[in-house]
């Protein structure tokens, strides 16, 4: 299939009988082509009904304004149902937030270079210069925005300035707060990587925390950023098991690569149009 002939449609609403035969009948009527569908039903009686559905979109018979306008009032109205239609021919611009450790950096643009993540890495932003040659290799261009107490109200709005019409900015290691602002107008599309396995271990050193607390597996976690630190809806997960004779060293360097593994995991979905944020959960297809 050509990927660029692919749309994706998500969508929320109560469930009862006949959703996704409504669904597939109008995409039918409308010479669509279904390729892939999931769907997941919180109960299977009065439940919530979460759905993603990819379409080809060479034959349609109707323009893009016209087929979610008609979606609107056929489909969403009747089921009182939350969607979004995106198309994998508009491609989503990437910001790549990163500080002083460079792993995750790399190993998004290594895939990006490989074309495993459907995107457009528009720029690097960092408070450190150390990462510019390795970035520039890529050709992305390179946002070196040292911290200044002196100026903190200017670098804020820096950031903002910069990010206008970014899609998703991923924070790639990045160990400063992003301004308020920025993260109330990018509302699920600012993805963490945190290295620990969330609740556990927040804040700073947490592989510290977890050799002091004697634990038997460590992990990594990626996240909607949210106001409240650390505590956004939880993406993607992984762990590894460790035992009394790994040190602090040792659980980081092993850290490292749940690190990278999981946030280009939960990069690739969100470019994907996987995720359904529902509340401080997500739904993954």
Known sequence: ?????????????????????????????????????DQHSTDAFGGTLYLRLEFQTPHLDIARPALENAFASVIAERFDMEFQLTYAA??????????????CLLELLWRWARGELPCRVAMVVSNH???????????????????????????????????DGVDLAVLARYMQILPPEF?????????????????????ADPYRQAWERGVKIIGATAHYVTAEL???????????????????????????????????????W????????????????
């Open 90 to 103: 508009d491609v989503k611009q990437v910001a790549i937030f990163v500080s002083g450790s460079d792993h």
């Open 270 to 285: 969100h470019l994907e149009d996987r995720v359904i944020v529902n509340g401080n959960k997500t739904i993954v297809f």
């Open 230 to 268: 650390d505590a956004g809806p939880i993406i993607e997960q992984d762990v590894l098991r460790v035992s009394h004779r790994h040190l602090v060293p040792e659980l980081a360097r092993a850290g490292r690569d749940l690190e990278r593994q999981v946030l280009a995991r939960a990069v690739a």
């Open 1 to 37: 299939m050509e990927p660029s002939t692919i749309a994706r449609l998500r969508a929320t609403c109560p469930d009862k009988p006949g959703i996704v035969a409504a669904i597939t009948n109008f995409l039918y009527s409308h010479n669509a082509n279904i390729t892939a569908l």
């Open 183 to 203: 993260v109330g107008r990018m509302e699920n599309r600012i993805i963490n990587i945190h290295h620990s396995f969330l609740p556990a271990f927040v804040g």
């Open 129 to 163: 210069p150390d990462h510019r040659e390795n970035v520039e290799r890529f050709g992305i261009p390179y946002h070196y925005l040292p911290v200044d107490a002196a100026d903190k109200a200017g670098r804020e709005a820096r950031i903002l300035e910069l990010m």
